[in-house]
T-cell receptor, first 114, second 116 residues
């Protein structure tokens, strides 16, 4: 069975630009979460979507937004990129909202902002 | 609010020796606790989880962890280290407070080094 997939794998952007990252969850999973992992740190929660609605949001500025589509895939958008947005962006899917449900992670998208 | 503290950013053990990675959590409600492993340039793989059933949890690759409520700890152990265990390990906590909408809270990670 296919796991969580993310695209692209790597991305280089310039300060001030906009970026869109994509995630396809495991088949049958209705929840998608996004995390930012800065080098040398643990992942930080950005968003959780369930049944196409935003259900949770971490401490990130409004430059970060996301959406979930009817097929449960998801996009993460970041506007007005800053150097500090350089990180590995991880997508995770689960059957239900995070809690007792296991979250399965994709390989991530490595974003470099120059 | 919930938080995770992983003691020791780097842990070095000899091949065949006991592995002990420490994790303490803070949560205002009964927590769910997880250990994940991350190999270089990869995503996170779930090793094991505690969800209020047995306090001693067995996971993949010979790892296990014990939930100790009185110590607010969830330390990860493996009796005999293997070279392939070298990786970054993350402890994480979540709860059903708010319906589980707030995702996982991760520690900063512990880099496990295996000496031949």
């Amino acid at each position: 069975d296919a796991g969580v997939t993310q695209s692209p794998t790597h991305l280089i952007k310039t300060r001030g630009q906009h970026v869109t990252l994509r995630c396809s969850p495991i088949s049958g999973h209705k929840s998608v979460s996004w995390y930012q992992q800065v080098l040398g740190q643990g992942p930080q929660f950005i968003f959780q979507y369930y049944e196409k609605e935003e259900r949770g949001r971490g401490n990130f500025p409004d430059r970060f937004s996301a959406r979930q589509f009817p097929n449960y895939s998801s996009e993460l958008n970041v506007n007005a990129l800053l150097l500090g947005d350089s990180a590995l962006y991880l997508c995770a899917s689960s059957l239900g909202l995070a809690g007792s449900y296991e979250q399965y992670f994709g390989p991530g998208t490595r974003l470099t902002v120059t | 609010a919930q938080s995770v503290t992983q003691l020791g950013s780097h842990v070095s053990v000899s091949e065949g020796a006991l592995v002990l990675l420490r994790c303490n959590y803070s949560s205002s409600v009964p927590p769910y606790l997880f250990w994940y492993v991350q190999y270089p340039n990869q995503g996170l793989q779930l090793l094991l989880k505690y969800t209020s059933a047995a306090t001693l949890v067995k996971g993949i690759n010979g790892f296990e962890a014990e939930f100790k409520k009185s110590e607010t700890s969830f330390h990860l152990t493996k009796p005999s280290a293997h070279m392939s265990d070298a990786a970054e390990y993350f402890c994480a906590v979540s709860s059903n407070s708010g319906g589980g909408a707030d995702g996982l809270t991760f520690g900063k990670g512990t880099h496990l080094i295996i000496q031949p």
